[in-house]
Antibody, heavy 120, light 113 residues
Framework: EVQLVQSGAELKKPGESLTISCKVS????????VAWVRQVPRKGLEWMGI????????RYSASFEGQVTISADKSITTAYLQWSSLKASDTAMYFC?????????????WGQGTLVTVSS | DIVMTQSPDSLAVSLGERATINCKSS????????????LGWYQQKPGQPPKLLIS???TRESAVPDRFSGSGSGTDFTLTISSLQAEDVAVYYC?????????FGQGTKVEIK
């Protein structure tokens, strides 16, 4: 069974750093891209970027390039989303998802989401 | 970026009736080399992550009930729920996966009338 299990909710202050994780099981981690998607509360979905765990190649949406870092550790089948300096506008639910084979953006299995709240 | 626009923003349908959601892309998502539309539909229930229902505009994912169907090509697409069930109450999103970034529509909320 394909599973993506994300780390728990976070409450942080502006300017703090943060890394959230996505532990994958049930398929060959190195054969599929993993994506991160942002959902602002009661709003829509935004595709942030992807990582290919086999060689750690990444691709970002222009809206998120330089704002976050996406990475993966194939030894523990885990993908990461990292901020070096959080802003209040980063408050959102973040989902990781497996990218469907043969595409870069279609997402066929999703994690449960990690709620990140940034508030002073 | 390709802009995806859904209509309506919300709709209320009686149980057993048809629900129709439209999705329009600002440019074609039909990839001529494989003649496939790079368009997917997702369902998101409250407190849950999105779930992929349909890929390639009209291919249902495994275990998705056949009351869900997708149609359209190029820039205009439709998701149809042929006979609305109580468990279909959700927000539905279209997404293009033709080019970076894989943009989503704003969502359509489906409720029971």
């Amino acid at each position: 069974e394909v599973q993506l299990v994300q780390s728990g909710a976070e409450l942080k202050k502006p300017g703090e750093s943060l890394t959230i994780s996505c532990k994958v099981s049930g398929y060959s981690f190195t054969n599929y891209w993993v994506a991160w998607v942002r959902q602002v509360p009661r709003k829509g979905l935004e595709w942030m970027g992807i990582v290919y765990p086999r060689d750690s190649e990444t691709r970002y949406s222009a809206s998120f390039e330089g704002q976050v870092t996406i990475s993966a550790d194939k030894s523990i089948t885990t993908a990461y989303l990292q901020w070096s300096s959080l802003k209040a506008s980063d408050t959102a639910m973040y989902f990781c998802a497996r990218v469907s084979s043969g595409t870069y953006y279609l997402l066929d299995f999703w994690g449960q989401g990690t709620l990140v709240t940034v508030s002073s | 970026d390709i802009v995806m626009t859904q209509s309506p923003d919300s709709l209320a349908v009686s149980l057993g009736e048809r629900a129709t959601i439209n999705c329009k892309s600002s440019q074609t998502v039909l990839y001529t080399s494989n003649n496939k539309n790079h368009l997917g539909w997702y369902q998101q229930k409250p407190g849950q992550p999105p779930k992929l229902l349909i890929s390639w505009a009209s291919t249902r994912e495994s275990a998705v009930p056949d009351r869900f169907s997708g149609s359209g090509s190029g820039t205009d697409f439709t998701l149809t729920i042929s006979s609305l069930q109580a468990e279909d109450v959700a927000v539905y999103y279209c997404q293009q996966y033709f080019s970076t970034p894989g943009t989503f529509g704003q969502g359509t909320k489906v409720e029971i009338k």
